[in-house]
């Protein structure tokens, strides 16, 4: 029994982490700049203390993959539909990332607690 919590905590924390960045990267292809500048009023630019680095870890954790892919979009493309269409593709290979780490981590985890 015991094991069996063990091996789905850790799926569902993987599962979270890997579906906060989805949904945030998806929030940002459909708000685009508006949602990116929310997110960074909570990041430190240059963190002094204990409290804003775990802030800016907190905020990283959650939209992490989505501003540093609207970011790069915006350095790399001028067009704003190109934008998009990066970003969306930088979602979609986050996903299929996701998918592959979350089912090697599982298949991992059962192999070693089963």
Known sequence: MDQYFI?????????????????????????????????????YPEPSNFLEKGQNLFMYGFAGFAIYSYRKAEQEFSNWLVRKAAHLLALIALSIVGVIVYYATYGTLKFIFY
């Open 7 to 43: 091996v789905e905590a850790i799926r569902y924390v993987v599962l979270a982490a890997i579906g906060i960045q989805v949904a945030t990267s998806l929030v940002t292809v459909l708000l685009g700049s508006v949602i990116i500048e929310y997110n960074e009023w909570g990041i």
